[in-house]
């Protein structure tokens, strides 16, 4: 889901789908036309471009939708101490975002997203339905780098199809066309529900590995930590003086195992530590 401020309303676009599947190319291209089946919608397309990119591209949606748009990616003329300057617009439609910045040369990368609609601040009211393209390498939404166009009739994207001056990396992803079509009408509050389902399910299975972490931890530190010591040493005490009659050569062996378990102990506590630092971290 991605919300941006328009004047005094917001873009809510694409949620979540826990379905959704990824066609991706590996190879760069300079050109694709890709279309899904009729149960199938496109919820996302993600392109990526070397400098001197200028990529049109073609949307095609519900009964005869048609929508073109294009992404441009070009070497401005200020230099910022020794570092050269980017300068990318984005269209869909009418509508066009510009933004100029300090350009390191790394691959640029924007979305498509599979709808789009403005509504009022507070979620309550339904201004627009429509399709949005962001600036992802600009923070897309976050820094407010983004093309809008409403339109009359927002149907499910079936297809795409693009060309470009450059070999661009295009990733698709496509999910249950009768999900996007619901998402389409959902309201702010709809969208929330669904981060929120997504959310217990992941504290559930965050729980779950706690759980089990905590019992290990119980199991092998707490309840049979001494027993597990003095099996170790009789175990490697037998190997040690079994194999040789050479005492001080069973000794050093012996030891050899012990130095190897207090090391074994050490590693395993610092990989505990991390695990239990990770797994609140992600609370």
Do not use: C
Request: charged share 15%; aromatic share 14%; no cysteine.
């Amino acid at each position: 889901m991605i919300i941006a401020p328009v004047h005094a309303n917001q873009i809510i676009t694409t949620g979540y789908f826990p379905d959704a599947e990824t066609a991706f190319t590996d190879n760069a291209l300079t050109s694709l036309t890709y279309t899904v089946n009729s149960s199938q919608a496109i919820a996302l397309v993600q392109f990526q471009a070397p400098k001197g990119t200028v990529l049109n591209y073609t949307i095609y949606y519900g009964s005869g939708g048609i929508l073109t748009g294009s992404i441009s990616y070009v070497a401005g003329n200020v230099d910022f101490y020794g570092y050269g300057q980017g300068v990318t617009t984005i269209t869909i439609g009418s509508n066009s975002s510009t933004r100029s910045f300090v350009d390191t040369g790394l691959l640029k990368k924007w979305e498509i997203v599979g709808y789009a609609r403005e509504q009022t601040d507070d979620g309550k009211t339904l201004v627009s339905s429509g399709f949005a393209i962001t600036d992802v390498s600009a923070g897309g939404f976050q820094t407010g780098f983004m093309a809008y166009e409403p339109v009359s009739s927002v149907q499910p994207i079936e297809g795409i199809s693009f060309t470009s001056t450059k070999p661009v990396w295009v990733d698709i992803g496509t999910s249950n066309r009768e999900e996007i079509q619901k998402g389409i009408s959902k309201t702010a509050i709809d969208e929330m529900n669904e981060w929120l389902t997504l959310i217990l399910n992941i504290g559930g299975t965050i729980y779950e590995y706690a759980t089990g972490l905590l019992y290990l931890i119980q199991f092998i530190f707490i309840e049979n930590f001494w027993l597990m010591v003095s099996l170790y040493i009789a175990l490697t005490a037998a190997i040690s003086f079994g194999q040789t009659r050479d005492v001080f050569k069973a000794i050093r062996k012996f030891i050899g195992y012990q130095k190897a378990f207090i090391e074994f102990l050490i590693t395993l506590y610092n990989a505990l530590i991390d695990a239990i630092t990770k797994m609140l971290s992600a609370l």
